[in-house]
C-alpha cells in the first residue's frame, strides 16, 4: 500500500510543469530549494561557466562575491538576525549551508565561501526534482515558460537586462558595489597585529578572539587616510559616471573623502578593543575577519575600495601588521542594476505588465546576502502555491519576511527607491512598557518586535501547512 502511494506521489509530481528560476546566486538557489521540497519540479538555468560575471571566480551556486558574512546572528536584538531566524524556520537552503560551514565571527554569522557553496551546490544536486541547466538565457524566456522566477541579480547579463528594461519601459537603476581584499594571514605580522573581538564578544563558532586587529596611531592614521584619497582610482567609462554608490557599501577612500574623522566612527573605529602590546585603545584599528574554514584566509572588513590594485597594494601596507601582507584577492568594483519593484511588482513579486515572470533577490532592491536569499525563498513559495492550486498569503508584516517584501512591493517611495537592508524602521511599530527610557526603551522595542515576529511566522507557517493539506 506506501508502495503504491509512493508511485501514485511520483506520478502526480511528474504531472506537474516545471517552474523555471534564472540565475544560480543565493536567491536563486533558495527558491529553486523551496519549489523543489514543496514537490514541484524546477529548472534551474544558471549562465556560468558558460557565460561569467565581471565579479565572479568560480562557477559554484550561491558564490559569494563580496563579504562572507551574513552579518548578526542575534535574533533578538538585530534586523538581520531575526530574518535568519524566520528563515531556519521556513527551511532555508541558505541558512542549512551557512550554519554548517560556519567560521568565527565575533557575534556576525560568517561563512567558509567554498564550502558553504559547495554545500548548496550539493542539496539542489542531490533534489531528485531539480535539474540544472548552465545556459545564458538571452532576452525573455519563452512563452510556454508560464512562470517564471527572473533571480539572476546585480550583474544580470545585458541581453535579459535590456529585455526586461523593454518590456517595463522604466530605465534599470543602478549602483557601483565594491568589493573588500583577502590577505594571507601567514603573512600578517603578529608582532604588531593581536586577536581580539570587539567588547571579547563570543559569537557563532567563536571564543572571543575572532579578528585579527591592527592598531594605528594618530600619525598613522593620518599618513594613512591622506594615502588613500590621493591614490590613484578605478575610472568610470562615461555611461557609468552618474551611476550612484550604496550608502551601505561605500569603497573606503569615498568615506575618507567625507572628513578625516570619518573612518574612525566606521570600520576604522577602535572602541571595544585593547592593544596588548600597549595596554592602550587605539587611535584608530583595522580589523580581519577569518574568510575560510583553514582559517589561513582573512578579509578586510569594511575595505570595499575602488582603488586600482598597485595603488591598493601599496596603501593597505602602511596598515601596522600588514607591511608585508600578500593578497589573496584585491579588491575591486562592479555595477549592479535593480528594477523598480515597487511600482513593477505586485504583493506576490509578479510583474505586473507580465504576471508570468516573478523576480527575487537582489535585483528586486534588497540589499545584503540574507535579505536576497529571503526574496529567493518567497518567490519561490509563491510561485509553487500557484502552481499548486493553493493559496498563499503574503507573511505578516510584523515579520521581517513580511517588512521586507511590504517595503519592496509598495512600502517604498517609488520616485526615491533605493536598496533597502532589513531593519526594523520597516516593521509595524510596538511600544515598550511605561517607564522604560533612553537606551533601555529602544532595546525592549527591539526584543519586543523580534518576539512578535517569531510568534507571527510561527503562525503564518502553520496556515501554510493548513492550506497545502487541504
Known amino acids: 500500500m506506501r508502495l503504491a502511494g509512493r508511485l501514485l506521489s511520483a506520478a502526480m509530481t511528474h504531472s506537474i510543469k516545471s517552474i523555471h528560476v534564472i540565475g544560480g546566486g543565493l536567491a536563486g538557489s533558495e527558491a529553486a530549494w523551496q519549489i523543489a521540497r514543496a514537490g514541484v519540479p524546477v529548472i534551474l538555468h544558471e549562465m556560468r561557466p558558460v557565460k561569467m560575471t565581471d565579479a565572479h571566480l568560480g562557477h559554484g551556486l550561491a558564490e559569494l562575491v563580496c563579504s562572507n558574512s551574513f552579518r548578526s546572528d542575534d535574533w533578538e536584538n538585530n534586523a538581520v538576525g531575526l530574518l535568519h531566524e524566520e528563515m531556519r524556520?521556513?527551511?532555508?537552503?541558505?541558512?542549512?549551508?551557512?550554519?554548517?560551514?560556519?567560521?568565527?565571527?565575533?557575534?556576525?554569522?560568517?561563512?567558509?565561501?567554498?564550502?558553504?557553496?559547495?554545500?548548496?551546490?550539493?542539496?539542489?544536486?542531490?533534489?531528485?526534482?531539480?535539474?540544472?541547466?548552465?545556459?545564458?538565457?538571452?532576452?525573455?524566456?519563452?512563452?510556454?515558460?508560464?512562470?517564471?522566477?527572473?533571480?539572476?541579480?546585480?550583474?544580470?547579463?545585458?541581453?535579459?537586462?535590456?529585455?526586461?528594461q523593454t518590456l517595463t519601459g522604466e530605465d534599470s537603476l543602478a549602483f557601483f558595489d565594491a568589493i573588500a581584499p583577502i590577505v594571507h594571514k601567514e603573512s600578517i605580522n603578529f608582532s604588531r597585529a593581536?586577536?581580539?573581538s570587539r567588547y571579547d564578544k563570543v559569537g557563532p563558532e567563536g571564543d572571543g578572539a575572532d579578528y585579527i586587529n591592527c592598531a594605528m596611531d594618530r600619525d598613522q592614521y593620518n599618513a594613512f587616510i591622506a594615502a588613500l584619497i590621493s591614490?590613484?582610482?578605478?575610472?568610470?567609462?562615461?555611461?557609468?559616471?552618474?551611476?550612484?554608490?550604496?550608502?551601505?557599501?561605500?569603497?573606503?577612500?569615498?568615506?575618507?573623502?567625507?572628513?578625516p574623522e570619518t573612518l574612525r566612527f566606521g570600520p576604522m573605529k577602535p572602541v571595544g578593543l585593547t592593544d596588548p602590546h600597549t595596554g592602550r585603545r587605539p587611535h584608530a584599528v583595522v580589523q580581519l575577519r577569518q574568510d575560510n574554514a583553514l582559517g589561513t584566509l582573512y578579509n578586510m572588513v569594511g575595505f570595499q575600495t575602488k582603488l586600482k590594485h598597485g595603488a591598493q597594494?601599496?596603501?593597505?601596507?602602511?596598515?601596522?601588521?600588514?607591511?608585508?601582507?600578500?593578497?589573496?584577492?584585491?579588491?575591486?568594483?562592479?555595477?549592479?542594476?535593480?528594477?523598480?519593484?515597487?511600482?513593477?511588482?505586485?504583493?506576490?513579486?509578479?510583474?505586473k505588465v507580465m504576471p508570468r515572470f516573478r523576480f527575487a533577490g537582489q535585483m528586486t532592491g534588497v540589499e545584503g546576502y540574507v535579505e536576497s536569499a529571503a526574496?529567493?525563498?518567497?518567490?519561490?513559495?509563491?510561485?509553487?502555491?500557484?502552481?499548486?492550486?493553493?493559496?498563499?498569503?503574503?507573511?505578516?508584516?510584523?515579520?521581517?519576511?513580511?517588512?521586507?517584501?511590504?517595503?519592496?512591493?509598495?512600502?517604498?517611495?517609488?520616485?526615491?527607491?533605493?536598496?533597502?537592508?532589513?531593519?526594523?524602521?520597516?516593521?509595524?511599530?510596538?511600544?515598550?512598557?511605561?517607564?522604560?527610557?533612553?537606551?533601555?526603551?529602544?532595546?525592549?522595542?527591539?526584543?519586543?518586535?523580534?518576539r512578535r515576529a517569531i510568534a507571527d511566522v510561527t503562525g503564518w507557517l502553520d496556515t501554510r501547512k493548513a492550506a497545502a493539506a487541504q
Not at 519563452?142 to 539572476?152: E, K, M, Q
Request: hydrophobic fraction near 40%; charge should be neutral.
Open 89 to 164: 524556520r521556513c527551511g532555508s537552503v541558505i541558512m542549512q549551508s551557512a550554519d554548517a560551514h560556519k567560521v568565527p565571527a565575533g557575534g556576525a554569522l560568517a561563512v567558509d565561501r567554498v564550502g558553504f557553496s559547495d554545500s548548496v551546490q550539493d542539496a539542489l544536486e542531490r533534489e531528485p526534482l531539480v535539474t540544472i541547466v548552465r545556459e545564458e538565457i538571452e532576452g525573455l524566456p519563452p512563452a510556454d515558460w508560464d512562470s517564471v522566477i527572473i533571480a539572476t541579480g546585480p550583474l544580470t547579463s545585458k541581453p535579459l537586462a535590456n529585455a526586461i
Open 375 to 450: 526574496i529567493g525563498l518567497l518567490a519561490g513559495r509563491f510561485a509553487t502555491a500557484e502552481r499548486l492550486g493553493h493559496q498563499q498569503l503574503p507573511p505578516p508584516q510584523t515579520t521581517a519576511l513580511g517588512a521586507l517584501l511590504a517595503h519592496i512591493t509598495g512600502g517604498a517611495d517609488t520616485k526615491t527607491f533605493q536598496p533597502m537592508n532589513v531593519n526594523y524602521g520597516l516593521f509595524p511599530d510596538i511600544a515598550p512598557a511605561e517607564g522604560v527610557k533612553g537606551k533601555d526603551r529602544g532595546r525592549a522595542r527591539k526584543q519586543m518586535m523580534s
Open 231 to 259: 591614490g590613484e582610482k578605478t575610472s568610470f567609462k562615461d555611461w557609468e559616471k552618474d551611476t550612484p554608490y550604496f550608502e551601505a557599501c561605500l569603497p573606503i577612500e569615498v568615506m575618507a573623502g567625507r572628513g
Open 313 to 351: 597594494a601599496d596603501v593597505f601596507r602602511m596598515i601596522p601588521g600588514l607591511e608585508s601582507a600578500q593578497f589573496a584577492r584585491l579588491g575591486g568594483l562592479h555595477r549592479n542594476i535593480f528594477i523598480n519593484s515597487p511600482k513593477l511588482l505586485d504583493g506576490e513579486l509578479r510583474m
Open 194 to 196: 593581536w586577536f581580539q
